[in-house]
């Protein structure tokens, strides 16, 4: 922490001042800010900033404003002046900027302008008081009063549990809804920003801690300086930062909710959207959504009115529009075609199947146009597009076929009945490849290898014809081409360039002619471009594609299948090899201007040059290959979202992957969606960023949303939702509920994951607060165990023993029955969910024609759009009350053990409970078990039980049904605040603290344990510092092997152990979420080598100059393996190739025991290949 440090000043000065001084001045800095002030010549030598303090003195039950004085030169601070007002208390200091000496002091109940213009005589101009604001709008959007956590299931955030950790009296994380401590009767500013770039009048807009919003603006007049107060310009919830930036919007951040974006208007603020914040993760629930192969995660998030359920998935969200039946089998290729070449929108979707090719028109209705477009249908399309305004072209294996559509297919066709059309036959060969640009057609045979440039001309004013303008022979077989555009539009690189400099990224022989790219058999890919000057084709720039394992071998497959070129400050090429790796290419520095003065680049000869043409002076450029990426083992295809070169890409091999235009390497990102074989862009008046997925024997119409940050779902609950449980038979959540704004403050409720509709209810006592649930077998049906507490207040004394309070015991039945309404049943209406909008399609989609109707609509129960689903109002999920029974302490623990019994735990003590003759009315005890502390967790494995205690950590029991006799068996080497835990396997548990740690323990497989000796202590295998508290850990339902281990193991790697039960997802109080895989011991080897090169290497090291080993070690034993950092690995990815090597070849940091020196020493060399692929693997089972 040193290394960020730029000063350390201490005042009074470490080598001088008295006792009496030092206490004088110290205590706890509130706030600070430097105070700016008018520069001249004399005081610009010597220049000794000021800056303001607000301070609580030890002892002082005030704050005070102090003035310093810092001497740069002397490195020394003296302090100039102090300022106290009786009355409220200050909490912030903030200069007011280009002001040149005022200041806003912040106060409970009021705001104080101050003239620190002479830093000795400080004093106040203007005083506004805040509890006497103008009147509050009404809320346009939301009401919310300031969240605070309710001392709930996280009994350990009270400042007893704390104190038996930290030796403190006081904990910061202790906010408790039931206790006065910290609410204040005054208003006051809980967070501010300024106008940008506003020098004359500044304005700064506030929040106050009841979510109210004002503006302050300083008016400079020649009499002095005045403070105008706006009206209040919106209430909803109070924030923890603003931040005001150019254009009018405002960016508000809360702390347990969703921020918001705001555009100030000239009376008002205006809500735009939201910003998502999923903290605190109290719980959650994992879930396989079966439909896409992936882990989902039902997570409750927020407190009080912002409570939430959220579905978080991995990889970029996608809105699911439509659905047709299974019946498109066959399909070889999908196409969208504009009518003109500057139109916006698409005007026809085509279908390519074995035998045959379909037309249909893009719009409210997907109709079948073949006819009336003249494209060829009983033969199978290679390639389709449009080649100029009006005139489409289609290729297939014996023709190119040039149609002129009527009418009947678009507004703009020709006015005729029979659309025109003509064709172009090859001689004696057949088509093997295809594709259309502007004014431009490139075909490709295979047998003989021949490479066919083509255009259009004008017959007549309706009449067209293709001709052929060159053929040239091929040395190798072509295995796909793309014609990108011929003129480069406006990029997002150069908006605020001059026309020019993109120019100037364009490589030498690009500027004229047309330019197309090809991969070869050979494999290569190839630049290519043509002009009809005489010139006609020459390669511009070639690229080999040679790929060898760590073994020396060349990996086979390596053929392109799809190639783009890409425009991102450079020309790029990427290409997607048909064994699944993706490449990117990239010109060498000295090619953009001139490819010709650098003769050391050559690589080819004039035999060895891949198309034979009339002229070979000009050799190629050899392209440089930056990265590769293994995505898959399928053939990669790149489908661009727009014609545009600077467009993001969809590949798809063995799932979609969204790969983001970079300025280096290559950066791509999981798409949530299901596997794919062809996939197209959509663009229509109704859908301006769809893609048309095809996927088992469907065509899915679904919307990109990947400008949300996180792929979550959010159901508002009205309330803090403390516990999650999906219960498969009935495929609800069932969700616990606490602050509900009602004479009931908790219940359980059945909530639909679909729509959010709580369908159910179960309300518990007034005054009582749902603790814990956990679903029980009883027979052969499930009941609900939920636990819940009678008293208000902390569960854990300063000792850490248990508070003498009580709790309840309840067994719900849910069960399929008919609506009704007796009891505490209540069904409730749809809470809704705020990512829901309404698809364009849904009001018009019973007119599609290719069975695009509302029975196509994606009513999967593994969706997360509930469209066309209809929940029958006869029937319903209801909790019906079996029994209920009071305990001696609250039940913050349940957990099923075997198939008959489930344990639970009051104070600290736990108890082994079942339901003699399958019966949920009755629940007998059948042994307990006791622990020193209070206990927080409990699990099972099998016959192994553990058990999570505030602060003797981790306890191993076993229960013997004979004797009805728990014994504790193992338990933690170290104190330890248990957040949660769940058993691995018999011998090994994953706990998280309240620290912000999660460990690793085992202990050794014994077949007889010896009951005397429970001090044969757990052993730490490894540890991570997370630096948040994970309250809830699980483990992961999936995580997915690269589907080739067979084709890894030959790369030189070992197989990891991948297992579902290995795999840890832990979700944290500030919303995060992380997951912990398993790899093999080499594997960890190879990787931990890597990571501490990343830590140090100036390209991936922390930005403020942290240790990354000490951070992540921090609250464990120095000798503890720790957990590998996988976001740190990641950065080794975004590099290209040249920084992966200079990483590796960094040296190893210097290691602090003889033995990592050891180790270090006997260390084989790292090999790059061996590394990106291990960090593929890893990748590409994350996401």
């Known amino acids: 922490m040193g290394d960020i440090i730029h000063e350390r000043i201490s005042y009074p000065s470490e080598d001088g001042g008295n006792g009496s001084s030092v206490q004088a001045i110290s205590g706890t800095i509130w706030s600070m800010c430097f105070i700016s002030k008018d520069f001249n010549d004399s005081e610009s030598k010597e220049y000794a900033p000021v800056f303001a303090i607000v301070i609580n003195r030890i002892g002082s039950l005030m704050n005070e404003l102090a003035l310093f004085r810092w001497n740069v030169k002397e490195e020394s601070m003296c302090l100039i002046s102090e ?17 040149s000496g005022f200041a806003f002091l912040f106060r409970i109940g009021d705001a104080l302008l101050m003239d620190l213009r002479d830093p000795q005589n400080p004093c106040c101009l203007f005083r506004t008081s805040l509890d006497l604001v103008p009147a509050s709008l009404v809320e346009e959007h939301f009401v919310e009063e300031s969240c605070r956590v309710q001392d709930g299931d996280d009994e350990g955030f009270n400042v007893a549990a704390c104190a038996l950790l930290e030796l403190s009296d006081h904990d910061p994380m202790f906010i408790d809804t039931e206790s006065d401590i910290g609410k204040l009767s005054s208003k006051h500013v809980s967070s501010w920003t300024w106008e940008p770039e506003n020098n004359h009048n500044p304005r700064m807009i506030i929040c106050l801690d009841d979510g109210e919003f004002y503006m302050f603006e300083l008016i400079y007049e020649d009499d002095g300086v005045k403070v105008n107060l706006s009206e209040c310009l919106y209430k909803g919830l109070p924030c923890k930062e603003i931040l005001w930036v150019e ?26 959207s939201s910003i998502q914040n999923i903290a605190p993760i109290l719980d959650f629930s994992v879930m396989d959504d079966q439909n896409e192969k992936r882990d989902q995660i039902f997570a409750c998030c927020g407190v009080t009115r912002e409570g939430s359920l959220r579905i978080i998935r991995s990889g970029i969200n996608v809105e699911k ?64 597009g449009l080649v100029a305004d009006g005139l489409l072209v289609q290729i297939h294996q014996d023709a190119i076929r040039l149609c002129m559509p009527t009418m009947d297919a678009h507004s703009d066709g020709i006015p005729v009945s029979s659309p025109f059309f003509s064709s172009w036959f090859p001689d004696n060969v057949s088509i093997s490849l295809g594709a259309v640009g502007q004014n431009l057609i490139v075909v490709s045979t295979s047998n003989p290898c021949f490479l066919s440039i083509l255009g259009v001309k004008s017959v007549s004013s309706q009449c067209c014809e293709i001709y052929e303008i060159q053929r040239v022979t091929l040395q190798y077989e072509v295995s796909c081409i793309s014609v990108p555009q011929k003129h480069i539009g406006k990029k997002r690189s150069c908006a605020s360039s001059p026309d020019n400099s993109c120019k100037a990224a364009i490589p030498s022989g690009m500027e004229q002619g047309y330019s197309f790219l090809i991969g ?45 070129l890409v425009l991102v400050d450079q020309l790029y090429v990427l290409s997607g090899l048909r064994n699944g790796m993706l490449l990117r290419f990239e010109w060498p520095l000295f090619s953009n201007a001139s490819g010709l ?71 791509y990102t999981s798409i949530s969606f299901q596997p794919s074989t062809h996939a197209t862009p959509v663009c229509s008046s109704e859908c301006p960023q769809g893609i048309l997925f095809v996927s088992e024997n469907c065509l899915h119409l679904v919307e990109m949303v990947h400008s949300k940050r996180r792929n979550a779902q959010k159901f508002h609950l009205g309330g803090t939702p403390r516990k999650v449980i999906y219960h498969s038979e009935s495929k609800l959540l069932i969700v616990m509920r606490t602050d509900l704004y009602d004479t009931c403050t908790s219940d359980i409720c059945c909530v639909d994951p679909l729509s959010g509709s709580v369908l159910s209810s179960y309300k518990l006592k007034p005054g009582e607060t749902g603790k814990s649930m956990e679903l029980v077998r009883v027979g052969n049906e499930h009941v609900l165990v939920v636990g819940t507490s009678l008293s208000s207040g902390p569960a854990i004394l300063p000792s850490g023993e248990a508070e003498s309070t009580k709790g309840r015991l309840i067994i719900l039945c849910l069960e399929h029955t008919q609506n009704s309404d007796s009891g505490s049943m209540t069904i409730c209406s749809k809470a809704g969910s705020s990512s829901q909008r309404t698809s364009p399609f849904r009001d018009v989609v019973g007119y599609t024609t290719e069975q695009l109707s509302s029975s196509s609509h994606c009513s999967s129960p593994d969706d997360n759009s509930y469209d066309g689903i209809k929940f029958d109002e006869a029937e319903t999920w209801q909790l019906r009350l079996a029994s209920a029974t009071t305990w001696p302490g609250m039940v913050l623990a349940i957990c099923p053990y075997l198939d008959h019994y489930f344990l639970a735990s009051a104070g ?49 029991y076993s229960y013997h049904e004979e004797s009805k006799k728990l014994h504790q068996i193992y338990c933690d080497p170290a104190q330890r605040l248990v957040a949660d835990c769940f058993l691995m396997d018999a011998n090994s548990v994953a706990v998280s603290d309240r620290k912000g740690s999660i460990a690793i323990l085992s202990c050794q497989d014994h077949s007889e344990f010896e009951y005397s000796s429970p001090e044969s202590n757990l052993n730490l295998n490894c540890a991570y510092y997370m630096g948040e508290i994970a309250m809830a850990i699980k483990k992961g339902c999936n995580i997915y092997k690269l589907p080739a281990d067979d084709v890894l193991r030959s790369y030189g790697l070992s197989k990891s152990i991948d297992t579902a039960d290995d795999t840890i997802i832990a979700g944290t109080l500030l919303g995060s979420i992380f997951v912990f895989a398993p790899i093999s011991s080499e594997e960890y080897e190879l990787l931990e080598a890597v990571q501490a090169k990343l830590g140090i290497h100036p390209l991936t090291a922390p930005v403020l100059g942290n240790d990354h080993n000490e951070f992540r070690g921090r609250e464990n034993p120095s000798q503890a393996t720790k957990i590998l950092d996988g976001d740190m690995l990641a950065q080794f990815l975004e590099l290209t190739n040249r920084q992966q090597e200079s990483v590796l070849l960094t040296p190893q940091p210097s290691p602090s025991t003889s033995k990592a020196s050891s180790k270090q020493r006997s260390s084989p060399p790292l090999m790059l290949h061996q590394v990106v692929q291990l960090l593929e693997r890893v990748h590409y089972a994350l996401h």
């Open 83 to 99: 300022y106290v007002e009786a009355g409220a208390l200050a909490h912030s200091i903030v200069e007011v900027p280009h002001s």
């Open 247 to 272: 254009g009018g919007f405002l960016a508000t951040f809360a702390e347990m909710a969703d921020g918001t974006v705001f555009k100030l208007g000239s009376e008002k603020l205006h809500w735009m």
């Open 321 to 384: 529009l439509l659905k047709t039946a299974p019946v498109y089998q066959g399909i070889t290729g999908t196409w969208t075609v504009k009518m003109k070449l500057t139109d916006v929108y698409h005007s026809f979707l085509v279908l390519s199947f074995v035998e045959e090719t379909r037309v249909l028109s893009v719009g409210l209705s997907f109709k079948d146009v073949t006819d009336s477009v003249g494209f060829q249908s009983d033969v199978c399309t290679l390639a389709c």
């Open 520 to 564: 070869t058999h050979k494999p290569s890919v190839e630049v290519l471009s043509f002009s009809e000057d005489g010139v006609g084709v020459r390669v511009l720039a070639s690229g080999l594609v040679s790929l060898t394992n760590t073994m020396g071998a060349v990996i086979s497959g390596c053929i392109p299948q799809d190639v783009r």
């Open 597 to 667: 003065n650098c003769p050391d680049y050559f690589s080819y000869c004039k035999e060895e040059m891949d198309i034979v043409v009339g002229k070979k002076d000009n050799l190629p450029i050899n392209l440089l290959l930056i990265a590769t990426r293994r995505i898959g083992i399928t053939p990669v295809f790149l489908v661009p979202f727009s014609d545009s070169l600077d467009s993001d890409i969809i590949a798809l091999s063995d799932r979609p992957w969204l790969l983001q235009t970079a300025r280096q390497s290559l950066s």
């Open 908 to 956: 600290n003590a736990f108890y082994v409970c079942g339901f003699p003759n399958d019966s949920p009315e009755r629940m007998k005890r059948f042994a307990v078990g006791r622990t020193r502390f209070m206990i927080t967790s409990l699990r099972t494995y099998f016959t192994r039980i553990v058990v999570g205690d505030c602060r003797d950590g981790v306890l191993f």
